[in-house]
């Protein structure tokens, strides 16, 4: 992954709305912290989801693929928009996301969602109940209803099948039982095993992969139903929350309202090879272009991605970059409760400043 002397290959696909904005505040802010920590990153930008629809009539071009398969991590910002809500099956710009997840083999999406202590006043939830959450979901990424059959008969009727194979639910689960030892040692699995087989099966192989390789962590299994209400009810119950795609998708949305906006929250999709790091939230069509995009989910990514390189060191100066701009009582537009908010770009700078300050300090 490190090709000698600590220089990174970052593929950036930046894709479309604010996304082309996150990226480049999340590359300044690498930047500063490369130069800061005596290492230095070879960016190279490809085109993917809708704006790849434009240029070359595909959302995932063989030439954007092949670049990320070379690099040592990806970066993507956001992909969709209104101008290509009408592209069916593979023209749609969400279709080159999902191909991209499957070329790389990243089967495990991690989604941690914490609330800075900045932040917690401007939760939707009460305050008490968000302070200290901190929680990770791992979600199966490249299975279930979103690989499986849909089907067209006719005007009046469509399916689609939700397939889960035991190996599938097993690596997952060893990705799960991880990242709970190095955090608090509870994982809660979420299912709809009263309903489903594929939840019976998902069941059955977490117990057995746990009780055989994870005996130290402690197991909850949830109804998707009851773990939706929970996370609602008591968000820091959580440590590790365990689930497959179409539950994890709609758990995680839910989860990342607890900081207060979309905006903040990072994510991690890893398995077999390169990962890709990228902000939760999609491309906010709606503010593009005007200097109203909140780059920390993307910048946070960019933290993971470079613990998942190897730097903890970068990751935590980016962390606290973050932090100090928070804590500086800076927020944009989406956090603001009344007309005191900077844009993107005043806040990418107040973090690289923090982040800087951060790195001089761990170095002194
Ligand atoms: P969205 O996340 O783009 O936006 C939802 C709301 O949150 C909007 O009001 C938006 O302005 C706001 N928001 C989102 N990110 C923000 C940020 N960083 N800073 C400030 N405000 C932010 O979700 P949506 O509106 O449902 O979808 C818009 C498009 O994005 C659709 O085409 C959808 O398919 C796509 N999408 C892409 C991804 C992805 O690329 N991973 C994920 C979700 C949605």
Same mark, same amino acid.
């Given at each position: 992954?490190?090709?000698?002397?600590?220089?990174?290959?970052?593929?950036?696909?930046?894709?479309?709305?604010?996304?082309?904005?996150?990226?480049?505040?999340?590359?300044?802010?690498?930047?500063?912290?490369?130069?800061?920590? !005596?290492?230095?990153?070879?960016?190279?930008?490809? #085109?993917?989801?809708?704006?790849?629809?434009?240029?070359?009539? $595909? #959302?995932?071009?063989?030439?954007?693929?092949?670049?990320?398969?070379?690099?040592?991590?990806?970066?993507?910002?956001?992909?969709?928009? #209104?101008?290509?809500?009408?592209?069916?099956?593979?023209?749609?710009?969400?279709?080159?996301?999902?191909?991209?997840?499957?070329?790389?083999?990243?089967?495990?999406?991690?989604?941690?969602?914490?609330? *800075?202590?900045?932040?917690?006043?401007?939760?939707?939830?009460?305050?008490?109940?968000?302070? !200290?959450?901190?929680?990770?979901?791992?979600?199966?990424?490249?299975?279930?209803?979103?690989?499986? =059959? *849909?089907?067209?008969?006719?005007?009046?009727?469509?399916?689609?099948?939700?397939?889960? =194979?035991?190996?599938?639910?097993?690596?997952?689960?060893?990705?799960?039982? $991880?990242?709970?030892?190095?955090?608090?040692?509870?994982?809660?699995?979420?299912?709809?095993?009263?309903?489903?087989?594929?939840?019976?099966?998902?069941?059955?192989?977490?117990?057995?992969?746990?009780?055989?390789?994870?005996?130290?962590?402690?197991?909850?299994?949830?109804?998707?139903?009851?773990?939706?209400?929970?996370?609602?009810?008591?968000?820091?119950?959580?440590?590790?929350?365990?689930?497959?795609?179409?539950?994890?998708?709609?758990?995680?949305?839910?989860?990342?309202?607890?900081?207060?906006?979309?905006?903040?929250?990072?994510?991690?999709?890893?398995?077999?090879? /390169? !990962?890709?790091?990228?902000?939760?939230?999609?491309?906010?069509?709606?503010?593009?272009?005007?200097?109203?995009?909140? #780059?920390?989910?993307?910048?946070?990514?960019?933290?993971?991605?470079?613990?998942?390189?190897?730097?903890?060191?970068?990751?935590?100066?980016?962390? $606290?970059?973050?932090?100090?701009?928070?804590?500086?009582?800076?927020?944009?537009?989406?956090?603001?409760?009344?007309?005191?908010?900077?844009?993107?770009?005043?806040?990418?700078?107040?973090?690289?400043?923090?982040? /800087?300050?951060?790195?001089? =300090?761990?170095?002194?």
């Amino acid at each position: 992954m490190n090709r000698g002397s600590r220089s990174y290959r970052i593929a950036l696909l930046p894709g479309d709305g604010i996304g082309p904005e996150v990226t480049t505040s999340a590359t300044e802010v690498l930047e500063t912290v490369a130069d800061a920590h !005596g290492f230095s990153l070879e960016t190279a930008e490809y #085109p993917v989801g809708g704006a790849a629809i434009d240029h070359v009539g $595909q #959302p995932l071009p063989a030439g954007t693929l092949t670049g990320c398969l070379d690099a040592d991590a990806v970066m993507l910002g956001a992909v969709g928009g #209104p101008a290509w809500d009408h592209g069916t099956g593979d023209k749609r710009p969400e279709a080159g996301l999902l191909a991209l997840r499957k070329g790389l083999g990243t089967f495990a999406n991690l989604r941690p969602v914490a609330v *800075p202590r900045a932040l917690a006043a401007l939760s939707p939830l009460r305050e008490e109940r968000v302070t !200290g959450v901190d929680l990770l979901i791992v979600r199966e990424l490249t299975g279930g209803i979103y690989f499986g =059959t *849909p089907r067209t008969e006719g005007e009046d009727v469509a399916s689609d099948t939700m397939l889960y =194979t035991k190996t599938e639910v097993q690596r997952i689960t060893r990705i799960a039982g $991880q990242w709970a030892r190095k955090r608090g040692g509870r994982i809660t699995s979420v299912d709809k095993a009263n309903v489903l087989a594929s939840s019976r099966l998902w069941r059955a192989a977490v117990e057995e992969v746990l009780a055989a390789e994870f005996p130290e962590l402690a197991l909850d299994q949830l109804y998707v139903d009851n773990a939706a209400m929970q996370i609602v009810r008591d968000p820091r119950q959580f440590d590790v929350i365990l689930t497959g795609n179409l539950f994890g998708d709609i758990l995680s949305d839910l989860a990342a309202t607890l900081p207060g906006s979309l905006g903040v929250l990072p994510s991690a999709s890893v398995g077999e090879g /390169v !990962g890709i790091f990228e902000p939760v939230h999609g491309s906010a069509p709606d503010i593009v272009g005007l200097d109203q995009a909140n #780059p920390i989910g993307m910048i946070l990514s960019a933290a993971m991605m470079m613990d998942h390189l190897g730097e903890p060191d970068a990751a935590a100066a980016i962390r $606290q970059g973050v932090d100090g701009a928070l804590n500086d009582g800076l927020v944009t537009a989406d956090l603001a409760r009344d007309l005191r908010f900077v844009g993107t770009r005043e806040m990418t700078e107040r973090i690289c400043k923090w982040a /800087v300050t951060s790195a001089a =300090t761990t170095r002194t």
